[in-house]
């Protein structure tokens, strides 16, 4: 069952990309989302292979001086999937992925996690710059991958964690700040990060030191559900039974951690939408009630969010921005020309 609600993953994704995106009014969007999945949008990783992405990577911007405070300017929030061999709706090359980071660095851009956003806690990017967070859904393998050499467990540094280890090294001011919205049930290694040695090599006994890493590293944990389920298809019970299950999977890893984000498996949101933030799910087999309060709910789509000093500021619907084809620099290049980025103050 896991594996066949997986494996749909890039259809109904799409689809639910297509749902999301019209309910807002973006029905260009979706229908490009569309298209795209049809084409070549898929969930199960592709073979570890060496890179061989020969596409010309566009220039970056040139750096932008110190900009005047802007506290009410929006926010991008980047959404990646997986980060390997090819493009695709849920997929990002890794020159692709570090062209994005040198884009955005360039341009002043610091990352800072979900948390910090809601918080309006800006400390980690300087005065006249501008905040960006970066998401990383679906915990695959190739975010996030071990190499085992003489009996040491090394970071993959081709693995999306690896990429920004090594872009922060030679990018001072860049720090580990980024939301990882964790599975730890689904098909294909989307397990946190990887659960069986046929996907990319990960050991199952490798996965909470992973999301243990994670945590004590800087980065932020989020709830995905178990197996990215689509919410709106299931009853009050099974919604927060997938919501806490992963909860407890994450507590499981780094006892006593408290999530304060939620991502919305294909942006779908449950027939009552509060469980998406809070709710409870007794254990059958224990009868031990389990509960769950998020502070944030980050939706697939939407474009960049909003302030947390703007009076229309909503934390349980946080916009994003898909990392396909041109759009984070699209995205960029608008609040430039606009003059709409939130910029920090001194
Ligand atoms: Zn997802």
């Not at 944990?221 to 909860?247: F, G, P």
Request: glycine share 6%; charged share 20%; hydrophobic share 40%.
């Amino acid at each position: 069952m896991y594996r066949s609600v997986v494996i749909a993953l890039a259809a109904a994704g799409a689809l639910a990309a297509s749902v999301t995106a019209c309910s807002r009014g973006e029905a260009r969007a979706s229908a490009t989302a569309v298209q795209r999945a049809t084409l070549s949008g898929r969930p199960v990783p592709p073979p570890a292979t060496p890179e061989t992405t020969g596409r010309t990577v566009a220039a970056p911007a040139p750096a932008t001086a110190l900009l005047p405070a802007n506290r009410l300017g929006r926010i991008p929030v980047l959404e990646y999937h997986l980060v390997g061999n090819h493009d695709a709706l849920y997929s990002r090359t890794r020159a692709h992925f570090l062209a994005d980071l040198e884009d955005a660095y360039r341009r002043g851009y610091r990352p800072i996690t979900i948390s910090q956003l809601v918080d309006r806690d800006f400390r980690d990017v300087p005065a006249g710059m501008s905040p960006m967070a970066v998401v990383f859904d679906d915990a695959s393998p190739q975010q996030f991958r071990y190499i085992e050499r003489n009996g040491q467990l090394e970071i993959d540094p081709t693995s999306a964690v690896g990429i920004w280890l090594d872009f922060e090294k030679s990018h001072p001011g860049w720090k580990n700040r980024a939301t990882f919205c964790l599975l730890n049930g689904a098909a294909a290694g989307h397990n946190f990060f990887g659960d069986n040695p046929k996907f990319q090599g990960q050991q199952n006994a490798w996965r909470f030191r992973k999301v243990r890493w994670l945590a004590a590293n800087g980065f932020e944990l989020c709830d995905h559900t178990v197996w990215h389920a689509m919410l709106n298809k299931y009853s009050d019970n099974v919604v927060q039974e997938q919501i806490a299950r992963n909860a407890m999977a994450i507590d499981s890893a780094v006892p006593g951690y408290r999530i304060r984000t939620m991502a919305l498996p294909y942006g779908l949101w449950p027939k009552n939408r509060q469980l998406a933030w809070q709710g409870a799910w007794t254990d059958p087999k224990t009868g031990v009630r389990h509960t769950y309060h998020f502070d944030a709910v980050l939706e697939v789509a939407g474009g960049p969010t909003r302030s947390p000093y703007d009076p229309k500021f909503d934390p349980h619907h946080i916009t994003r921005i898909q990392a396909v084809d041109d759009d984070i620099r699209k995205t960029l290049d608008v609040l430039d020309r606009t003059h709409t980025r939130f910029v920090v103050g001194r």
